[in-house]
């Protein structure tokens, strides 16, 4: 099992459920995910969608090894979705989306934000964007939805530094809606999931839809131009070094790359 799935008072929680590999997505997860927003939308039962990993991470991101699978075997089986496959489905999702930050997140476990309607993060999470030192492009319309969010500056060090960014320093941002202490986190996020699944489900459905329905031609520019970039360095020096790297278990060296990488 990838995803566990549980309904409450007209709120659907699904939590990721790889905590060995950090809750890191994989083609099966990105599948179950996706399936699972489909069918909250498709349901008439459900306001209101939780997101939260299991474990001490959020989500460790997209899983490198299987990454690298992809990257050097032209035989990989895709997922039916995948992660376009995901990106469609939060980018899509009428209801309120809540995630609640329990521990580590990068990559998507980042950029997932960028789709979220209030996001909570535990005092002990940490977010980081990885694209540079994986020597690859930004996704999920990160270029376009974190500079909404946190501003141009804010945006920028997140999307080129891969540096981690702490709780606060989220909240300060505008990341996230609310800090809460670990044990205090699902609690929070679950207390305003419930608030809100309280209301007329056409009402909460027309609030986003005003709300979402002017950005969705920019989302969905930004995040062509992302795969555009994401396909020219994946595969590169410079991301291949990167996955090296990982898979040996050490820092990647990039000063050794060809000139411009």
Known sequence: MTLQIDDADRVRTLVLDRPDALNAFNEALYDALAEALLAAAADDDVAVVLLTGSGRAFSAGTDLLEMHQIATDPDFVRGAHGFPGLIDALARFPKPLVVAINGLGLGIGTTIIGFADLAFMSTSARLKCPFTSLGVAPEAASSYLMPLLVGHQN???MLMSSEWITADQARAMGLVFAV??????????????ARLAAKPISSLVAVKRTMTEPRREAIEA????????????????????????FAEGREADFTSLPRGW
């Open 180 to 193: 809460s202490e670990p044990d205090q986190l699902l609690d929070d996020a679950r207390s305003h999931a």
């Open 222 to 245: 930004a995040r062509g131009r992302e795969n555009a970039a994401f396909a020219e360095l994946m595969g590169g020096p410079a991301n291949l070094e990167a996955l090296a790297a």
């Open 155 to 157: 945006a920028a060090w």
